[in-house]
């Protein structure tokens, strides 16, 4: 008898099969590829990345915008150019900036200016008022005062009730959603000038938890000129001196992670400086990122941080950084990456940008074309 080649024996599997109605996994996966695309792969759709306006409508300073999701968000600010920072506002949208709903306070009132925002979720949030309030939500809509003062920028929660934020070298400690707040650490590091110790204060300008669980904090520069970084394992319970960084100064809301082990805080002397070790050491990143007090922020393989109009981003986790140039009407003060093809920047004017991945055709008037960051969004959905 002829031995029957492969192919043969292939054809006359897949046709017995069809007979019987099944096709096998690896043809009908084959089939289902062959039909998205056209002969050659030729008309295949492109996309590319696109910042579009979906500014409030106000002549207002926006100074903060943080988004849970693709959709969900809020920024907070005063009204421009107002001396007494008045008009203070928080504003929500459901729909990814195409409407805005204002929360708390008017932009034409004697509110004051709201500040910094933070979310756990699309319920629990909290926002500063410059030099008098802590604002509260537990559901994502309605808007109190909790607790005496304002703690600043250097603000971050781990639960509905348990938060820190940084006054000088001291870390302090809400267990009640920010009611009151407990002096729980202070930072001290000895470190060697002129070969002999020192005791030193260290005064803290940063903080973020990757999880919930571990959380850094870098100071300012001390005497031996490093700065300190401190870490917990455990949600904040106990914190201790993780490393130094060397011939730098830690910048306030400079500090970002990607994952628990690996981080980036941007120092007074403009350097990018990374750990990919839980911060046990730090080295150096290679970039054109401008100076002054960038905010770093990560949704994997994505990272961002934007200083004026200058966008540096990352795709593989931050081992490699790239910058440009972004003609955005006004200077960007804040951004929030949502997911890793999906970003908000706001600045002064009412600005908000919304980026996305759309089809290559897609154009709205003022929107600005940029690089394709990697996503979720594979239909190119604006």
């Not at 080649?5 to 046709?15: A, E, G, H």
């Not at 759709?45 to 969900?72: H, L, M, Q």
């Not at 455990?234 to 490393?243: L, P």
């Amino acid at each position: 008898m002829r031995t029957r080649s492969l192919t043969q024996l292939s054809v006359i599997l897949f046709t017995l099969c069809s007979i019987a109605g099944i096709i096998p996994i690896r043809v009908l996966a084959q089939t289902k590829n062959s039909t998205a695309q056209k002969p050659g792969g030729a008309n295949l759709r492109k996309f590319k990345g696109y910042f579009e306006p979906v500014n409030y409508p106000e002549d207002v300073e926006i100074s903060d915008v943080w988004f849970v999701n693709a959709d969900t968000g809020w920024a907070c600010g005063d009204l421009k150019a107002t001396a007494a920072e008045e008009g203070g506002f928080i504003i929500n949208t459901r729909d990814g900036g195409k409407t805005w709903k204002l929360q708390m306070g008017d932009p034409h009132s004697a509110t004051r200016g709201v500040a910094k925002l933070f979310f756990l979720d699309a319920t629990h949030g909290w926002a500063t008022q410059n030099g008098s309030k802590l604002l509260r939500t537990t559901d994502g809509e309605n808007w109190e005062t909790v607790g005496n003062g304002s703690p600043g920028w250097a603000l971050a929660f781990v639960s509905p009730q348990i938060g820190f934020h940084i006054e000088g070298e001291r870390l302090l400690m809400t267990t009640d959603g920010g009611t009151s707040w407990k002096e729980h650490y202070q930072c001290q590091a000895k470190v060697e000038v002129d070969g002999l110790p020192h005791d030193e204060t260290c005064h803290l300008q940063a903080i973020a938890f990757p999880t919930p669980t571990v959380g850094y904090a870098v100071s300012s520069e001390v005497s031996d000129k490093s700065s300190v970084v401190v870490k917990t394992t455990d949600g904040g319970k106990t914190w201790n001196v993780a490393s130094f960084i060397p011939q730098s100064t830690g910048l306030d809301n400079s500090l970002g992670f990607a994952d628990e082990n690996t981080g980036f805080v941007m120092t007074y002397q403009s350097k990018l400086m990374a750990t990919n070790d839980g911060a046990k050491t730090w080295h150096g990143v290679a970039t054109s990122i401008p100076g002054g007090r960038p905010r770093i922020e990560f949704a994997n393989p994505t990272g961002w941080t934007i200083e004026g109009k200058t966008w540096a981003y990352t795709t593989d986790g931050g081992k490699h950084w790239t910058s440009r140039e972004v003609a955005f009407p006004a200077d960007v003060v804040a951004f929030s990456l949502a997911r890793s093809d999906r970003g908000y920047v706001v600045g002064d004017h009412g600005m908000i940008y919304r980026y996305s991945v759309v089809p290559a055709e897609y154009s709205v008037p003022h929107g600005i074309n940029a690089p394709v960051m990697p996503g979720g969004n594979s239909e190119g959905k604006p």
